[in-house]
């Protein structure tokens, strides 16, 4: 085909174009199609060499043939696809070449399968157990540049793993069922490995002359030979472990393994039992942890030992009964040694055995349980592997204190089922845990690999982990071939993102939440919105079951919660204030600082806002200062009122008195004077009434309940009536409606009092009228009384030297109102109150 032509997939076939010339060069119509669609649309094209491979609907796989310009169409269905009898092409959704022969093929209903463009047939892939996506109809397929092919549908995206089964299996050539003890000697670059269960000797693979060496027990070879663990010591002994056979050791002169002859014949039962574990302390001492007889010591010579087993009577001695399968040796020369049961430590200097670290690790709630392995690193901290509790780190402090750290599930690990952990050179810990998992001690990131990402079949139980210096790693008769520096590459970040994808508040998410957003901040919400939803996640393409979250609510929380797995974080019953969430994600142990951060406040009641507080301080002071004003002036009105009391006295009741007080001295030093005598009597007597009215003019003036108007109109009434009745005078009391309830104050009632009191008086005395009325009135806060009479009236301009008039008027000046006074002579006289009130 002419590098100058465009083909295009149209309606009928392909379309050439002409780029040169920029015209239609020709069309290739589908001819060959021979099912009901004839000349079917080409939608897409894959191109292999000079083919082009088209996806037509319903019509197979069509090829254009860009040599020859022709078509070929292949796999047509042959029966009825619904019965599911026919391995043809039907309808594709997607296709991708895989190489020469083969076609990946998403088939519309069928999901991924294999086409064979040789015999035309369609091979369905075998899933696995974990999924069904193969079978997903409508899937679209491709491929990156990694070599990872890619599945879409609308339910999802999936890539293919390439990391699976990366392992390869140990070809140990000897009969075994499974690979339990290893061991790499590398001053001879020879590789131990024990077998067990139908196994008669120890295999070895020679690396510098590529070959394998089979040691096979001195005496009785008949015998099964299950190897459990393998160890060099500082003289290059390579001492073997053996289930129910004892300790072992290899005569590489005689290509043998020799039974370690004990240097008693008393413990014939431990020495006959199994070995789980074998170390050298730093004395050269060989410690022996056996399967049901506590734990053997040898000393550096191999010519005696020590036997040492749990006493229930005595707290100082060994800890556990069975499977002693740990045994190290930390920087102050203690003994540490785990059994099914727990663990203990043994001071060699006491001779003594010492539960007080597990009895420490019991009250953080680290409780006892099977102690598979015990590893000091270099940092002279202890490591445990604790089956049901986790990886526990154990680290002696300067002051003797013990520092203790708990790994489970949040920490990287898959489970709680420890078992074997070893280190490598590299001081990394290796560990059995349904998997083989990596943990850096130093900076804390580990790496899970299992079944899906390199591992041929799962670890678990008693299979154990070993790893040579150049980073090659057994486990369970496999290998990673430089596992090690995988470990460090895929221990890389595969995270591209850490998003805040909903946050709810009262279990209402935010509509208008962007979860892109590293800072946000959400608008002030009322106080009894306080219940936070924060929904989180990572963006992760690879082992996503190791992304661990932290996170924690600034201005609540000071400190990160415990790591997790869990993808939301909850806030409840939230106090009023203001808050920053801060969520960060760990990949494999490693923390990568993305604080997606989202701030917000709660705003406080109003009640206990500072204005409210503020207002309601100012009222309570301006109440408090108000109180105490009306207190201060009632004060100055009692005094007042007993100074104006006591002026009263003192000038109505104390010059009276006084003038009795005279004309009674008088009377008793010239009673001969009998003229003067009834006159000064007589005197006595209307002083004595003048005083009486006096009291009763005060003491009606001080009494509250005489405030009402009523019962001034009452009292000017009886003091009226009495005057006016000799005189034969016709008196009136004129109130107007709704004037009876007004109250008035004493000062007021009393002035008001006496000024229509003078009024009357003056009348009864001067006026000779033979009609009088008083009238009161109020409009508009406004009262009056008018005092008139029809007597005989005066005149008015002159200036008249009775005290009454100018009493009246300066008493209505005294409470504010003003007194006129009106005579005609010969038609009488009125006397005018007017006063505000209120």
Wanted: hydrophobic content about 35%; overall charge neutral.
């Amino acid at each position: 085909m002419d590098k100058n032509r465009l083909l295009l997939g149209v309606e009928r076939g392909v379309l050439s174009f002409d780029k040169r010339r920029n015209r239609l060069h020709k069309i290739h119509p589908n001819t060959e199609a021979t099912f009901s669609h004839s000349e079917p649309t080409v939608y897409r094209f894959r191109q292999e060499g000079n083919y082009l491979w088209g996806l037509c609907w319903i019509s197979g796989l069509p090829r254009f043939d860009m040599t020859t310009e022709t078509w070929r169409n292949f796999g047509y269905p042959q029966s009825d696809k619904s019965k599911g009898n026919t391995s043809k092409v039907w309808a594709v959704s997607d296709f991708m070449v895989k190489n020469e022969n083969e076609l990946w093929v998403c088939d519309w209903d069928w999901g991924l399968a294999v086409f064979n463009k040789s015999s035309e047939r369609l091979v369905p892939l075998k899933q696995s157990p974990n999924g069904d996506v193969l079978k997903k109809p409508k899937l679209n397929i491709f491929q990156l540049s990694d070599g990872a092919i890619w599945l879409s549908c609308k339910e999802g995206l999936w890539r293919q793993n390439l990391r699976a089964k990366q392992f390869r299996e140990l070809d140990i050539p000897f009969p075994h069922t499974w690979v339990m003890g290893m061991l790499h000697d590398e001053e001879t670059e020879e590789y131990y490995f024990g077998m067990f269960q139908d196994s008669y000797g120890l295999a070895c693979w020679d690396a510098r002359a590529q070959q394998w060496i089979f040691y096979r027990p001195e005496t009785n070879r008949q015998e099964m030979f299950n190897t459990t663990d393998i160890f060099k010591d500082s003289r290059g002994v390579l001492w073997v472990g053996v289930s129910r056979r004892g300790l072992w050791y290899v005569d590489k002169q005689s290509k043998t393994l020799k039974q370690f002859i004990p240097p008693d014949k008393n413990h014939p039962e431990q020495w006959g039992n199994t070995i789980f574990k074998i170390f050298e302390d730093s004395q050269h001492n060989l410690w022996l942890g056996t399967g049901k007889f506590g734990v053997i010591r040898l000393n550096s010579d191999r010519t005696k030992a020590d036997y040492f087993m749990n006493n229930p009577a005595d707290d100082n001695s060994l800890y556990g009964k069975t499977r002693f399968f740990a045994i190290a040796e930390d920087h102050r020369g203690r003994i540490w040694i785990g059994s099914r049961t727990g663990f203990c430590t043994y001071d060699p200097q006491t001779g003594k055995f010492s539960r007080e670290i597990p009895r420490r690790l019991q009250k953080i709630g680290v409780r006892d349980g099977d102690v598979y392995s015990i590893v000091r690193d270099t940092t002279n901290a202890m490591w445990l592997t604790i089956e049901g509790q986790g990886l526990v780190k154990v680290k002696e402090q300067a002051d003797g204190e013990f520092a203790f750290k708990v790994y489970q599930t949040d920490g990287g690990l898959k489970d709680l089922m420890l078992r074997f952990m070893t280190a490598d050179k590299q001081g990394n810990f290796w560990i059995v845990n349904n998997g083989l998992l990596y943990f850096n001690p130093y900076n804390e990131s580990f790496m899970l690999t299992d079944e899906r990402n390199g591992l041929l079949e799962n670890l678990e139980g008693d299979d154990r982990i070993m790893v040579d210096r150049y980073g090659n790693v057994f486990c369970g008769g496999q290998v990673g071939i430089g596992w090690l520096n995988e470990v460090e590459r895929y221990s890389r970040s595969s995270i591209s993102n850490l998003i805040i994808e909903t946050v709810s508040i009262n279990s209402r998410a935010v509509t208008d939440w962007n979860p892109y957003a590293e800072r946000a901040a959400l608008p002030t919400v009322m106080y009894d919105r306080n219940n936070f939803t924060f929904s989180y996640t990572a963006i992760c393409f690879e082992d996503y079951d190791q992304v661990r979250y932290r996170y924690k609510l600034e201005g609540l929380e000071k400190d990160w919660n415990p790591p997790t797995t869990l993808l939301e974080a909850r806030y409840t019953n939230l106090k009023p204030g203001k808050y920053r969430f801060v969520v960060d994600a760990a990949y494999k142990g490693n923390w990568l600082g993305y604080h997606r951060t989202v701030e917000f406040e709660i705003s406080q009641v109003f009640w206990k806002t500072g204005w409210f507080l503020s207002f309601v301080l100012l009222t309570v002071v301006g109440i408090g200062l108000t109180i105490h004003r009306i207190r201060r002036e009632q004060e100055e009105k009692r005094k007042r009122i007993r100074l104006k009391i006591a002026s009263d006295l003192h000038d109505d009741v104390g010059s009276t008195l006084s003038s009795i007080s005279i004309m009674s001295d008088l009377l008793q030093s010239r009673p001969e004077e009998s003229a003067n005598s009834e006159e000064m009597l007589r005197k006595i007597g209307s002083d004595a009434r003048n005083l009486l009215d006096s009291m009763d003019d005060i003491i009606w003036s001080v009494n509250p309940q005489n405030d009402s108007f009523q019962n001034i109109i009452v009292r000017i009434r009886e003091y009226a009536i009495p005057l006016f009745e000799p005189l034969d005078v016709k008196f009136s009391v004129v109130v107007s409606a709704g004037i009876l309830s007004l109250q008035l104050p004493m000062e007021m009632r009393r002035n008001l009092f006496l000024i229509a009191k003078e009024a009357i008086n003056n009348t009864a005395k001067y006026s000779g009228c033979t009609e009088a009325s008083i009238e009161f009135s109020y409009a508009r806060s406004i009262l009056k009384m008018t005092v008139a009479d029809n007597g005989r009236g005066f005149d008015a301009s002159k200036d008249h030297a009775r005290n009454g008039l100018r009493n009246m008027k300066f008493r209505g000046e005294k409470i504010g109102g003003k007194v006129t006074i009106r005579s005609t002579i010969g038609k009488g006289t009125t006397v005018t109150l007017v006063l505000r009130v209120g």
